[in-house]
């Protein structure tokens, strides 16, 4: 907020003085020329002339639903913002009525936090709206701390009148300032442009693309994918130099490939609420995608070429407006585009042609027709264990003389009969031995059918022979060539000791009847960002959403030391913010969400799990199974969060938890201790919590010894301390039937879980 020193003048009052006071706001703003000095000059002027020790002017950002206000800070303005239906000002902006706030720390909608960052000390407040002749409200002004008597009504209407003197200055340095803005914006957009138009390397064009997309859009990160029409893919370049690596993936797959194939862009504000996202790349990156503008990018045949992805805009989702300037800057690169693609084309069939003796592992010496080698690959000197200078510009018959002369015979044979001519399990004599290869001579003609030489190809099978000989000792020697032929592949992962947590929406298919389509889109869209950022924040890994369900993991892939305390943790944060979010709801007249939530700690088995089609980084196990389990098991207690035994004796911290039962849960046959983590009940929500449980632990030890009548008694004291206590009340009705009943003598306290 602008921030004025105390003014000298009195506050005016008189009409005179008022006529006069509104003549000196609309020449004092004449004079002004932008958008800062208008902002500062019409709080120097309402703060002196209300007697208010300081004033701030907020104006409202209709793009990005926001009240924002500028303050000099050691030579440099700084912009603050805030929702627009936040604090005093909010009030003022939405309703369009001025108040005055006789104390400020009194008054719920009043915002403590400000004065926390600022060090400055509000009392009370004026706060008029902002607006123009014609009605509209653009903005806010304050005026804080008035320092003789409490602000007046006298006050209040003086400071609307002279804000909606000065609306019109606003609104039209406000606009200036938007040109001004825009101007720059497409003066850096043509010079982004014409220095990016003029690089032919793919690889640093695509760096410099998505470098000043990520910064032209305020995003975290950028890729541009470009077509390969020969393989069918969507593929794009990380990095540079020695270290650039490639991305490929079909153009048909996930958002980037709908873009591509629909030349539809989409903007996703929640990307893991949307089905055509893929977590998997979050998941092996470590990188958290929340928002997600991708659009076509199209030459100016209007053909398709590849796709520009966009994530995770900083400060909130892509807009309409951001969309367009992309469309318009892939539009104007497109041709750079195509043009740096075809040189690399180029390039890579050069180098393919350049490499591709060097990375055979078969040797590969070419002769022209003269019997003299002209290229020989590192694999070929290799073999022969000559260095590569040592044979190239050598006649054949040097080369390969003495017992290696067989060479230059089969040289002879193919130049005679212009066909190729291979030699199976050959020996050729090199400097510390023997080897065995298979050598193909082959002649090489050009595109006229004219000789220009020949080709020998040697494979090296010494290797493999005395692998076949070693396990043809072992098994049957049909059964060692099937095993060499078809190599070795490995389709596995770890065994690691992990959290798992499960959470599911309580009577979601109600909500849904409710909501509708779209209503149950958002309302998981608000929810599962709600409960990922409690996740996150704890260093937990998102599995995969299961319908209106959550998987997450804690100490995968990379373990912390307390694992299972972030598991909990996060359990109780996810609690406490869906509380919340309800109260929320609430006052919107809506529904609350009810949540369960399972944490079990065991050994699983983690990889990338799947078919060669799809796969996913994931874990599977009977640990798994039992944190489902018990995240179904919270129906029938009435918890909210259940842990199983192996997590609870893993905990380093103290929790406020109670033993809930020993369970056999279903699908399994030995009994499990589970407890009920109660640290999200606030004082408020149950003021004896210490009653309660030491009440249930009694009730519990009872329980364990059969003694029922005892039992009841403890588990009505809890229900008397907490009437809504569910655990109680089951233990009631249990112990009052298990009372009359006739009970084994080898009673355990042990229950059989019937459902999931």
């Known amino acids: 907020m602008n921030d004025a020193s105390k003014s000298a003048a009195a506050p005016a009052t ?97 915002n403590r936090g400000v004065d926390e960052q600022t060090g400055f000390r509000t009392r009370n407040i004026l706060c008029a709206p902002v607006r123009t002749v014609d009605g509209e409200v653009i903005g806010v002004a304050q005026c804080l701390n008035k320092t003789d008597s409490p602000f007046s009504e006298e006050n209040l209407g003086l400071l609307a009148a002279m804000c909606t003197q000065a609306a019109a200055a606003l609104r039209n340095s406000q606009a200036l300032e938007r040109m001004e803005r825009s101007r720059q914006r497409e003066r850096a957009f043509l010079d982004v442009v014409a220095d990016i138009t003029a690089e032919i390397d793919i690889g640093t064009l695509l760096q410099k693309v998505m470098r000043e997309v990520t910064r032209m859009l305020s995003a975290e990160r950028s890729t541009l994918f470009l077509n390969d029409e020969r393989t069918g893919e969507l593929w794009s370049q990380v990095g540079q130099g020695l270290g650039a690596t490639q991305i490929r993936m079909p153009n048909h797959v996930g958002i980037a490939g709908a873009v591509f194939t629909t030349g539809d862009s989409v903007n996703i504000p929640h990307a893991y609420a949307d089905l055509r996202f893929n977590p998997a790349f979050d998941r092996q990156t470590g990188f958290f995608t929340r928002s997600v503008l991708c659009v076509p990018v199209v030459n100016k045949n209007g053909k398709r070429i590849g796709v520009t992805q966009v994530l995770n805009k900083i400060g909130g989702p892509f807009t309409e407006e951001d969309a367009v300037r992309l469309r318009a800057f892939t539009a104007q690169v497109s041709m750079a585009l195509e043009n740096a693609n075809l040189f690399n084309d180029v390039q890579t069939m050069k180098n393919y042609n350049d490499s591709m003796l060097q990375s055979m592992s078969n040797g590969v010496i070419t002769l022209d027709d003269e019997r003299r080698i002209v290229t020989c690959n590192a694999a070929g000197a290799r073999i022969l264990k000559r260095r590569v200078t040592d044979l190239v510009d050598q006649p054949a018959a040097a080369a390969f003389d003495g017992p290696n002369a067989w060479l230059v015979d089969r040289v002879a044979r193919v130049e005679d009969t212009h066909a190729p001519d291979v030699s199976m399990d050959g020996e050729l004599r090199v400097a510390d031995g023997v080897v065995s290869v298979n050598v193909t001579v082959l002649p090489l003609q050009g595109a006229d059918r004219k000789t220009l030489g020949t080709m020998l190809m040697i494979e090296d099978i010494s290797t493999e022979k005395r692998v076949k000989s070693t396990m043809s000792r072992y098994m049957d020697p049909s059964l060692a060539d099937r095993l060499l032929q078809s190599g070795e592949e490995i389709l596995g992962g770890k065994s690691v000791v992990a959290t798992i947590l499960f959470s599911d929406v309580r009577r979601f298919t109600t909500l849904t009847e409710q909501l509708g389509p779209q209503g149950t889109v958002s309302l998981l869209n608000e929810y599962f960002t709600i409960m990922v950022d409690c996740l996150h924040r704890q260093a937990g890994m998102l599995d ?182 569910q655990v109680a009340r089951l233990y009631v009705d249990r112990c009052t039937r298990l009372a009359v009943e006739p009970v084994e003598e080898s009673w355990s306290g042990v229950w059989v879980l019937t459902e999931k």
């Open 544 to 725: 995969k959403f299961i319908g209106d369900a959550i998987m997450a993991t804690f100490g995968i892939p990379i373990p912390t030391g307390d694992d299972e305390d972030r598991a909990v943790r996060a359990a109780v944060s996810m609690i406490r913010a869906l509380g919340a979010w309800n109260d929320h709801r609430r006052q919107q007249g809506l529904a609350p969400v009810e949540i369960g939530i399972g944490l079990n700690t065991d050994v699983v088995v983690s990889g990338n799990i799947g078919s060669p089609k799809r796969m996913d980084y994931t874990v599977i196990g009977d640990g798994v199974n039992l944190a489902a389990r018990l995240e179904g098991a919270c129906k029938q207690y009435g918890a909210q969060i259940l842990v199983s035994e192996n997590t609870h004796k893993r905990l380093r911290g103290t929790y406020r938890m109670r033993e809930v039962d020993r369970v056999v849960v279903k699908g399994k046959s030995e009994p499990v201790t589970i407890y009920e983590v109660l640290d999200y009940l606030t004082e408020e929500d149950c003021p004896r919590l210490h009653d309660l449980l030491a009440a249930h632990r009694e009730g519990i030890e009872l329980y364990r010894r059969g003694e029922f009548v005892r039992a009841g008694r403890a588990f009505e004291e809890a229900l008397a301390i907490r009437p809504e206590d």
């Open 14 to 110: 008189g009409f005179d003085e008022k006529a006069e006071l509104m003549l000196t706001v609309a020449n004092r703003l004449a004079a002004t020329r932008s958008l800062d000095e208008v902002l500062q000059t019409l709080v120097a002027i309402t703060a002196g002339a209300t007697g208010a020790e300081r004033g701030s002017l907020f104006l409202h950002d209709p793009d990005t639903h926001e009240l924002y206000s500028r303050i000099a800070i050691g030579g440099q303005v700084r912009e603050i913002r805030v929702v627009d239906s936040s604090g005093i000002a909010g009030l003022v902006f939405t309703t369009g009525t001025g108040v005055i706030v006789d104390d400020a720390y009194d008054h719920p909608s009043f």
